[in-house]
Nanobody, 129 residues
Framework: EVQLVESGGGLVQAGGSLRLSCAAS????????VAWFRQAPGKEREGVSC????????FYTDSVKGRFTISKDNRKNTFFLQMNSLKPDDTAVYYC??????????????????????WGQGTQVTVSS
């Protein structure tokens, strides 16, 4: 059974930091690109960050560049999102996701959630002003 289990969400003041984790099981982790998405109330889901399985290339949406860092530990089948300098606009439910990469054009399509195969249940991040 495939599982992606997020942890690390919570309430933090603006300017603070949080580290999200996603523990994966049930699939061959190092064959999959992994990503973080988020959805704020009343807004569409958006891709936040992604890391390639082939060469560990990383991608970020513009609004988090320089503040968020995605990483992974293939030995532990876990990936992370370090979030620094958090802003109230970062408030959302954060979801981790996995996609069997193969020849998938990650660089151009990673932000489109419909391509991703597996999803976590989500973890709430709330940033107070």
């Amino acid at each position: 059974e495939v599982q992606l289990v997020e942890s690390g969400g919570g309430l933090v003041q603006a300017g603070g930091s949080l580290r999200l984790s996603c523990a994966a099981s049930g699939f061959t982790f190092d064959e999959y690109a992994v990503a973080w998405f988020r959805q704020a109330p009343g807004k569409e889901r958006e891709g936040v960050s992604c890391i390639s399985s082939s060469d560990d290339s990383t991608f970020y949406t513009d609004s988090v560049k320089g503040r968020f860092t995605i990483s992974k530990d293939n030995r532990k089948n876990t990936f992370f999102l370090q979030m620094n300098s958090l802003k109230p606009d970062d408030t959302a439910v954060y979801y981790c996701a996995a996609l069997k990469q193969g020849d998938f054009p990650l660089v151009s399509l990673w932000m489109q959630g419909e391509w991703w195969h597996f999803w976590g249940q989500g973890t709430q991040v709330t940033v107070s002003s």
